[in-house]
């Protein structure tokens, strides 16, 4: 049967998104109770799939979520979805909860197969964000302490981008304890005086594939790179800021709490790695990178 996009994968079966149903008891949609993966396609090419399903693999140890597909089945998922959709540039979402057990209990339910959701949408178009820059806001990390899953519960998330943009910014910068964590939606680096800077993952952050390959990138490149406690107070005097996810890829952060960031506009480094990063991605896609 062939079924008009946009299609996505539901518990093994594929269907028009519009006819996709999951039950009110789902423990993701009670409790939060699932994991999830953002995955941004190339010219038709899943980016960095491995690095992504190696951190859903953790994620899912990590709430003790069964595992519901192998790689091989993720591939086979996301490869059918990418192609409904024509191929080209898009992002894959995929979705693990816990399942819909037959009653609202706390406790891991003793039967229940996990709700595996996948979609694809066309990637969101960052063009004029990273030609011009972006205002982020600071913001108390507010957060639970296991922010290296990637969890579907993302309440404070939500409320801190919403804080951002209700301030006229684009993204809360977080700040736990006077040292920096991360974005609601991204991770952070900082350029002071030709090093990268980025909060090292021991501070409970989520480790993002978009800030390994900068981090990659910038050693391929012979720049200095620390990867350590950020105190908040570097920010202010941070010569670039960027923020990276799989959606926005690498941002350059303009202003910081209304004030100019280095000159006010997206800075030398920035334009390197914004290099090097379309150079890796056009490989990627050619299937000469890694
Ligand atoms: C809280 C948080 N930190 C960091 C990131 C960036 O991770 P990645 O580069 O793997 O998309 C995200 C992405 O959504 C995020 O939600």
């Not at 946009?6 to 079966?13: D, H, I, R």
């Not at 507010?142 to 579907?152: E, M, N, P, T």
């Amino acid at each position: 049967m062939t079924v008009e996009p946009p299609l996505c994968y539901l518990n093994g079966e594929y269907m028009a998104l519009e006819s996709a149903r999951i039950s009110p008891l789902d423990r993701g949609f009670l409790f939060g109770d699932a994991v999830y993966e953002v995955i941004p396609v190339y010219g038709g090419v899943p980016f960095r799939l491995d690095t992504h399903l190696g951190r859903l693999t953790a994620s899912l140890t990590a709430t003790r979520i069964p595992a519901p597909l192998d790689a091989a089945g993720w591939r086979a998922v996301i490869d059918r979805l990418v192609e409904a959709e024509g191929g080209g540039d898009q992002t894959v979402y995929l979705q693990v909860s816990r399942g819909a057990p037959p009653n609202r209990d706390h406790a891991f339910p003793q039967e229940a197969e996990p709700t595996v959701f996948a979609m694809a949408s066309p990637l969101p178009d960052t063009s004029a964000l990273r030609e011009h820059g972006v205002a982020v806001t600071t913001a108390d990390d507010i957060r639970w302490q296991r922010c290296d899953i990637k969890s579907v519960a993302l309440l404070a998330n939500v409320l801190l981008r919403q804080d951002a943009l209700d301030r006229g910014a684009q993204e809360s910068v977080l700040v736990r304890d006077d040292r920096v964590t991360e974005g609601s939606a991204s991770n952070i680096f900082l350029v002071r005086g030709g090093v990268l800077i980025t909060p090292e993952l021991e501070g409970g952050i989520l480790s993002g594939v978009t800030r390994d390959l900068i981090l990659e990138l910038a050693r391929a490149g012979n720049r200095p790179v620390e990867c350590r406690r950020v105190d908040a107070e570097e920010l202010t005097g941070a010569d670039e800021i960027w923020l990276t996810s799989s959606t926005k890829e690498v941002i350059p952060v303009t202003r910081l709490d209304g004030r100019p960031v280095g000159g006010g506009t997206p800075g030398p480094y920035y334009r390197d790695m914004r290099a090097w990063f379309d150079e890796y991605k056009a490989d990627y896609a050619e299937g000469r990178s890694a």
